[in-house]
Protein backbone atom coordinates (compact mmCIF):
# COMPACT_ATOMS: atom_id res chain seq x y z
CA UNK A 1 0.00 0.00 0.00
CA UNK A 2 1.78 3.35 -1.26
CA UNK A 3 1.46 5.66 1.53
CA UNK A 4 1.99 9.77 2.00
CA UNK A 5 2.05 12.24 4.97
CA UNK A 6 -0.08 15.38 4.93
CA UNK A 7 -0.62 18.03 7.58
CA UNK A 8 -3.91 17.82 9.37
CA UNK A 9 -6.66 19.76 7.98
CA UNK A 10 -9.18 21.98 10.11
CA UNK A 11 -11.48 19.14 10.65
CA UNK A 12 -9.03 16.97 11.97
CA UNK A 13 -8.71 18.90 15.52
CA UNK A 14 -11.35 18.51 17.38
CA UNK A 15 -11.03 14.54 16.57
CA UNK A 16 -7.50 14.71 17.73
CA UNK A 17 -8.11 16.11 21.20
CA UNK A 18 -11.58 13.74 21.10
CA UNK A 19 -9.62 10.94 20.52
CA UNK A 20 -5.95 12.06 22.86
CA UNK A 21 -8.85 12.55 26.04
CA UNK A 22 -9.68 8.75 25.08
CA UNK A 23 -5.80 7.49 24.95
CA UNK A 24 -4.86 9.00 28.58
CA UNK A 25 -7.53 7.40 30.17
CA UNK A 26 -5.12 4.22 29.52
CA UNK A 27 -8.14 1.52 29.43
CA UNK A 28 -7.57 -1.53 28.23
CA UNK A 29 -7.43 -1.94 23.91
CA UNK A 30 -11.52 -3.38 23.20
CA UNK A 31 -12.86 -0.34 25.17
CA UNK A 32 -10.30 1.86 24.06
CA UNK A 33 -10.86 0.95 20.55
CA UNK A 34 -14.98 1.23 21.48
CA UNK A 35 -14.63 4.90 22.85
CA UNK A 36 -12.36 5.85 20.09
CA UNK A 37 -15.24 4.87 17.54
CA UNK A 38 -17.72 7.01 19.52
CA UNK A 39 -15.04 9.78 18.49
CA UNK A 40 -15.13 8.97 15.18
CA UNK A 41 -18.58 8.90 14.86
CA UNK A 42 -19.09 12.43 16.91
CA UNK A 43 -16.41 13.78 14.77
CA UNK A 44 -16.94 11.88 11.40
CA UNK A 45 -14.46 13.41 8.89
CA UNK A 46 -15.70 14.26 5.25
CA UNK A 47 -13.95 13.40 1.90
CA UNK A 48 -12.24 16.65 1.70
CA UNK A 49 -10.04 16.43 4.67
CA UNK A 50 -8.00 14.84 1.63
CA UNK A 51 -6.99 16.79 -1.21
CA UNK A 52 -9.12 15.86 -4.63
CA UNK A 53 -5.21 14.00 -6.15
CA UNK A 54 -5.54 11.78 -3.25
CA UNK A 55 -8.99 10.98 -3.23
CA UNK A 56 -8.51 9.45 -6.22
CA UNK A 57 -6.45 6.65 -4.99
CA UNK A 58 -4.26 4.31 -7.02
CA UNK A 59 -4.64 1.91 -9.60
CA UNK A 60 -2.03 -0.13 -8.33
CA UNK A 61 -3.36 -1.09 -4.51
CA UNK A 62 -5.51 0.98 -1.77
CA UNK A 63 -3.45 4.06 -0.14
CA UNK A 64 -2.43 5.29 2.79
CA UNK A 65 -2.80 9.17 3.85
CA UNK A 66 -1.49 9.52 7.68
CA UNK A 67 -3.30 12.63 8.63
CA UNK A 68 -1.83 12.98 12.22
CA UNK A 69 0.33 10.46 14.39
CA UNK A 70 0.49 11.84 17.82
CA UNK A 71 4.14 12.91 19.10
CA UNK A 72 3.95 10.19 21.96
CA UNK A 73 3.54 7.79 19.38
CA UNK A 74 -0.10 6.19 21.22
CA UNK A 75 -2.10 6.49 17.91
CA UNK A 76 -2.40 7.60 14.69
CA UNK A 77 -5.24 8.33 12.27
CA UNK A 78 -4.95 7.22 8.25
CA UNK A 79 -7.22 7.59 5.26
CA UNK A 80 -7.65 4.68 3.32
CA UNK A 81 -8.80 5.20 -0.78
CA UNK A 82 -9.80 1.85 -2.48
CA UNK A 83 -10.34 1.86 -6.26
CA UNK A 84 -13.21 -1.02 -6.86
CA UNK A 85 -11.70 -4.49 -6.52
CA UNK A 86 -9.16 -2.97 -4.72
CA UNK A 87 -8.66 -5.14 -1.27
CA UNK A 88 -6.29 -6.22 1.50
CA UNK A 89 -4.96 -9.28 2.73
CA UNK A 90 -6.38 -11.17 5.22
CA UNK A 91 -4.93 -9.82 8.20
CA UNK A 92 -4.83 -9.13 12.01
CA UNK A 93 -3.51 -6.10 14.11
CA UNK A 94 -0.74 -5.38 16.11
CA UNK A 95 -3.20 -2.74 18.12
CA UNK A 96 -6.60 -1.74 18.72
CA UNK A 97 -8.10 -0.10 15.51
CA UNK A 98 -10.79 2.11 14.48
CA UNK A 99 -12.57 3.30 11.40
CA UNK A 100 -15.57 5.01 9.77
CA UNK A 101 -16.39 4.85 6.49
CA UNK A 102 -16.37 8.78 4.60
CA UNK A 103 -17.51 7.73 1.06
CA UNK A 104 -18.60 4.83 -0.34
CA UNK A 105 -18.94 1.10 0.61
CA UNK A 106 -16.45 -1.56 1.99
CA UNK A 107 -17.21 -5.34 2.76
CA UNK A 108 -15.18 -6.20 5.48
CA UNK A 109 -15.33 -10.39 6.10
CA UNK A 110 -14.28 -11.43 9.37
CA UNK A 111 -12.44 -14.67 10.29
CA UNK A 112 -11.88 -17.14 13.18
CA UNK A 113 -8.77 -18.01 14.29
CA UNK A 114 -8.90 -21.28 12.06
CA UNK A 115 -9.97 -18.85 9.34
CA UNK A 116 -13.09 -19.64 8.83
CA UNK A 117 -15.48 -17.09 7.60
CA UNK A 118 -17.42 -16.15 10.90
CA UNK A 119 -19.57 -13.38 8.93
CA UNK A 120 -19.52 -10.47 6.58
CA UNK A 121 -20.70 -6.52 6.12
CA UNK A 122 -21.30 -4.17 3.95
CA UNK A 123 -20.27 -0.70 5.57
CA UNK A 124 -21.67 2.08 4.14
CA UNK A 125 -20.77 6.50 4.50
CA UNK A 126 -21.27 6.70 8.17
CA UNK A 127 -20.77 3.10 9.59
CA UNK A 128 -18.08 3.53 12.67
CA UNK A 129 -17.05 0.50 14.49
CA UNK A 130 -13.56 -0.68 16.77
CA UNK A 131 -12.29 -3.52 17.82
CA UNK A 132 -8.99 -4.92 19.07
CA UNK A 133 -6.99 -8.63 19.14
CA UNK A 134 -7.26 -11.20 19.49
CA UNK A 135 -10.21 -11.42 17.44
CA UNK A 136 -9.34 -9.18 14.74
CA UNK A 137 -8.32 -11.20 11.76
CA UNK A 138 -10.33 -9.54 8.47
CA UNK A 139 -9.95 -8.47 5.09
CA UNK A 140 -11.65 -5.00 3.56
CA UNK A 141 -12.34 -5.17 0.40
CA UNK A 142 -14.21 -2.48 -2.30
CA UNK A 143 -16.74 -4.45 -4.06
CA UNK A 144 -19.23 -1.10 -4.80
CA UNK A 145 -17.96 0.53 -8.41
CA UNK A 146 -17.04 3.66 -6.88
CA UNK A 147 -14.08 4.78 -4.69
CA UNK A 148 -14.54 4.34 -1.27
CA UNK A 149 -12.37 6.30 1.61
CA UNK A 150 -12.49 5.05 5.33
CA UNK A 151 -10.52 6.83 8.31
CA UNK A 152 -8.54 4.38 11.03
CA UNK A 153 -7.41 5.51 14.05
CA UNK A 154 -4.81 2.77 15.29
CA UNK A 155 -2.93 2.41 18.23
CA UNK A 156 0.62 3.29 17.50
CA UNK A 157 2.89 4.86 15.38
CA UNK A 158 2.28 3.42 11.94
CA UNK A 159 5.29 5.68 10.44
CA UNK A 160 7.22 4.19 12.82
CA UNK A 161 6.46 0.65 12.38
CA UNK A 162 5.59 0.49 9.57
CA UNK A 163 2.10 -0.83 8.88
CA UNK A 164 -0.62 -1.90 11.42
CA UNK A 165 -0.55 -5.58 10.38
CA UNK A 166 0.49 -8.20 13.24
CA UNK A 167 0.23 -10.92 10.73
CA UNK A 168 -1.20 -12.05 7.12
CA UNK A 169 -2.83 -15.24 6.54
CA UNK A 170 -3.04 -17.39 3.17
Known sequence: MPATQIRPAGQLAPLVA?????????ADWT??????ADELRR??????????????GS?????????????????????LVWRPGQLTRIHDHI?????????????????????ELLGESDNHVGDVSGFAPPG???????????????????GTDVTRVGSSAR???D
Open 31 to 36: ETALLV
Open 167 to 169: RYY
Open 59 to 79: PDDYTGHTLHVEPDGSFSVVA
Open 136 to 154: DIHRVHNTADTTAISIHVY
Open 95 to 115: TWCAFAVIQGVEHEELYSAEL
Open 43 to 56: NLLTPDVLTPEQRL
Open 18 to 26: GIRSVVERH
